[in-house]
């Protein structure tokens, strides 16, 4: 079985990319250039693609930059320092409008090249820093659109966006990941990293990351700014 697997280089999309190999599916990794600030992450996603042994890897350009409205594109300052125990409830600045949604048609593109029908998504409804779009009804309500928006949908194919880890909290994400021997030194989550590439340690994305770590009872691998991660 082949399936498309969303890869940022993250925690999360690389643990669904050991998950989905070890459900036996064939996997192409798909990466996007969507003009974010913190860039460590596409060639986080080269790495992991490679050591988790996907067939393919591709990068795909989609500027949305060119849109604005989030931290990660503009010239927007990233929020850090809050607790990620009691993140606010309103939507962070550092939403991307429609990234999700973006992401998974140009996935649902790929596959149906493929003759794929299955694609593989970080989305996760727990530490979700309050994105709209990583939620369970933005799922389903995509894949009813996969069945009308394409040729191989119309024709009867059944596509399933798969989210494994849309339950778990950064603590069980990280533990799943162990269990299937994820070598996380090889991803990047920051918002923000420094000039050198070391990770913040302060944005919602280091906070969540290394809590969970904490939770879990491991170190966390990657580098971090001096005296932050203390």
Known sequence: MRAVVLLSGG????????????????????????????????QAACRVSQALGAIEHRQVRVDLGAIGGSALTGAIEVTKDRD?????????VTYVPARNTVFL??????AEVLEAHDLVA?????DYSGYP?????????????????????????????????MQLDKRG???????????????????DPAPDGAACGR?????????G?????????????TAIRA
């Not at 643990?15 to 992450?41: K, M, N, P, S, V």
């Not at 048609?105 to 790929?110: E, F, I, Q, R, Y």
């Not at 970080?122 to 727990?126: D, R």
């Not at 299937?180 to 989550?189: I, M, P, Q």
């Open 11 to 42: 925690l999360d999309s690389t643990t669904c990319l050991a998950w989905a190999r070890a459900q036996g599916f064939a996997c192409h990794t798909l990466a996007i250039d969507y003009g974010q600030r913190h860039r460590g992450e596409l």
């Open 84 to 92: 990620p125990l009691h993140l606010p409830a309103a939507i962070p």
């Open 105 to 110: 048609a140009v996935a649902l593109g790929w």
């Open 122 to 126: 970080g989305m996760n409804a727990v």
């Open 133 to 165: 779009d990583c939620r369970p009804e933005f799922v389903r309500g995509f894949e009813a659109l996969a069945r009308l928006a394409t040729r191989a949908g119309v024709e009867g194919a059944e596509f399933r966006v798969h989210t494994p880890l």
């Open 173 to 191: 994400i990280i533990r799943l990941g162990i269990s299937l021997g994820v070598d996380y030194s090889l991803t990047h989550s920051c918002y």
């Open 203 to 211: 944005c919602d994305a280091c906070a969540l990351r290394l809590n």
């Open 213 to 225: 770590f904490r939770e879990a009872g491991v170190p966390d691998p990657i580098r971090y700014a």
